[in-house]
């Protein structure tokens, strides 16, 4: 399981870099009409645009890692769907509020912090529905292989 989590954290942190950075092109594009690597308050923070960049970069993809690396929860089988979905929204919205304060995504404001809480809901909602369509779906052909299984003729004798 172990490894598991590694493999998916690690694709989460390059899938955070790509989605972090393409964010800010477009965000800096549509209200600037400029491409922008970084916030402009970041660049305060780090003192340099590498500094910026890289910090942009890392924590983009830190978020990425903790959000795909969680997921696990739902392959938990003794948990139910409901109790995975609200672990997984709890941890994605924890990680992401200090990230998006830093890299200056948003402003620390109650109501910003609202609107991240609700769009994180609504995208762990879709994973919810997306994660019990697939369970739906495997129990479906489990319950077909399980109804239409042939026994051996070895163990139908021995019955």
Same mark, same amino acid.
Request: glycine share 8%; net charge negative.
């Given at each position: ?56 970069? *890392? +924590? ?5 890692? !903790? ?5 696990? $929860? #739902? ?5 139910? &769907? ?36 609700? *769009? +994180? ?5 879709? !994973? ?5 369509? $697939? #369970? ?5 052909? &489990? ?17």
């Amino acid at each position: 399981m172990r490894s598991r989590i590694l493999r998916r954290a690690l694709l989460g942190f390059l899938v955070g870099i790509a989605v972090g950075n393409l964010i800010v092109i477009i965000s800096g594009f549509v209200s600037e009409g400029k491409i922008l690597l970084f916030d402009s308050s970041l660049l305060e923070k780090t003192g340099s645009e590498a500094g910026a960049f890289l910090m942009q970069t *890392m +924590l983009s993809g830190l978020y990425g890692a !903790i959000g795909m690396g969680s997921a696990i $929860v #739902y392959e938990l089988e003794d948990w139910p &769907l409901l109790k995975a979905s609200v672990i997984h929204y709890l941890i994605i919205t924890l990680a992401f509020y200090p990230i998006a304060l830093y890299l200056g995504w948003m402003s620390p404001t109650v109501g910003d912090f609202l609107f991240v809480a609700v *769009m +994180l809901g609504i995208a762990n909602t879709i !994973i919810w529905l997306i994660m019990y369509a $697939v #369970y739906h779906f495997k129990v479906k052909e &489990l319950n077909h292989l399980l109804k239409h299984e042939k026994v051996p003729a070895e163990e139908e004798t021995q019955s």
